[in-house]
Each structure stands twice: as structure tokens, then as C-alpha cells.
């Protein structure tokens, strides 16, 4: 059994080979009856970083003290030591294995999906694709737009297919563009670029407010 706090690390078997999910229970304290918290946030890790990247960090840690468990995931090819990632449809396909596997453990939880660039759009993609079980909401931490200098190279069709609330923390000088409000969807401006090493826990703090409000608001449903 998971014990509140604890890191431990499960290795999902994928179509492309072994993904890694980093989990954190949330504690219990301060819920009625000592309910168990009933809200899992997966993330995922940018194209060539991992789940040890300091606004990762900080999100975890800010929604272990909201009472938000947490599930870092690494993909298969950041496991086998790769830099470069593979096709979209691999990565999402990976993703959906390491969904499926944790929907066994965390059967009563409402999941959320996050992840931080190339995470994020991996994220926002699987929300359309999941035919299992929808996520409640989305995070995306710095969603590249485009890629710098070609906006014309747009990738804001994958947000804008997102049917669940969404949250984008986005650096106020990130090269890889700026995402527009609308309906549905928040979009937070921290400083910094694509990196947001500065904010990192600004947008911690962000992440689990939002969700805070959020998940409570899916639960008790419309």
C-alpha cells in the first residue's frame, strides 16, 4: 500500500518500452473523517528534460499540501537515455498506458492531466484522445505555441480541442509564443522565458490554487 508522502516508483510497461511514475500520496490531515484525497494530478515532463525540473518540483509539493497527489511521469525514451523525442502518436500512446495503469490504483480519484512544453501538449492531445476516462481539467506549463520566431507554425489546435478546464502558466518572455484567453481556458503570465527556473514556485502556487477550486467544482458536478 502507498503510504502518504511516499515516493515510490512504478515501471508501466508501453508499446515503446517502460515508462517510469514517480507517486506522492497526499496526506490526509484536514480532511472530514480522514477521507482519502480523491484527486490525481499526472505530469509530464518537457521534450528533453524530466520530472526533476524545478517547476515540476514546485507543483508537487504545492499540491501535496492542497491535498492533490501527484504521478511524475517519465516516458519511455527519456528512460532508455534519449534526448530527442519520438512521434506525437508515440508519445501519447505511452501516456495512455501509463493512465490506464495508475486508473487500477487510484480507481476513486478524479485525474488530472498536466505536463510542462512538449508534456503539456501531450496532455492537452490525450484529454481529446482518452476514451477510458476523461480527465477533469488540464495543465499545461509553458505550452509552445509555436516554435520561436514561426508563429505562423501554430500548435494551438491542440489546446483549443481541450473539452475540460484548462490552466496555462506561461513565462511573460517565452520565445515559444503566448497563448489567448477564452472561455474554458486561464492563462497566467509569471516571469521569465520558457524555462520559468525563476518561478518555479510561483507557478506551484498557481497550479494548486487553480486546482484547488476546480477539482472541488467537478466533484459536486455542475
Given amino acids: ?17 517502460p515508462a517510469w511514475a514517480d507517486i506522492d500520496v497526499a496526506p490526509v ?14 505530469i509530464g515532463h518537457g521534450a528533453g528534460g524530466s520530472v526533476e525540473a524545478a517547476d515540476l518540483l514546485a507543483v508537487r509539493r504545492h499540491c501535496l499540501a492542497a491535498g492533490i497527489s501527484v504521478a511524475r511521469v517519465t516516458q519511455p ?18 501516456w495512455l498506458a501509463v493512465i490506464a495503469a495508475l486508473r487500477t490504483d487510484f480507481a476513486e480519484h ?8 512538449s508534456g503539456a501538449r501531450v496532455a492537452c492531445r490525450t484529454a481529446v484522445l482518452d476514451s477510458v476516462g476523461a ?34 502558466v506561461q513565462g511573460e518572455r517565452d520565445p515559444f509564443g503566448q497563448p489567448p484567453r477564452r472561455r474554458g481556458r486561464k492563462v497566467v503570465l509569471v516571469p521569465g522565458d520558457h524555462s ?27
Fill in 1 to 17: 500500500m502507498t503510504v502518504a508522502g511516499s515516493t515510490p516508483r512504478r515501471v508501466i510497461d508501453t508499446a515503446s518500452g
Fill in 29 to 42: 490531515s484536514g480532511r472530514p473523517g480522514g477521507e482519502q484525497p480523491k484527486t490525481l494530478l499526472v
Fill in 77 to 94: 525514451y527519456r528512460v532508455a537515455g534519449k534526448k530527442a523525442p519520438p512521434a506525437a502518436a508515440t508519445l501519447d500512446g505511452a
Fill in 110 to 117: 478524479q485525474f488530472v492531466y498536466a505536463g510542462r512544453s
Fill in 135 to 168: 480527465p477533469v481539467a488540464v495543465v499545461a506549463i509553458a505550452f509552445p505555441v509555436h516554435p520561436p520566431g514561426q508563429p505562423v507554425k501554430s500548435r494551438l489546435s491542440e489546446l483549443d480541442a481541450v473539452g475540460v478546464p484548462v490552466l496555462v
Fill in 196 to 222: 520559468l527556473k525563476a518561478s518555479a514556485d510561483q507557478v506551484g502556487v498557481t497550479v494548486a490554487r487553480w486546482l484547488a477550486t476546480v477539482t472541488e467544482r467537478a466533484k459536486v458536478g455542475p
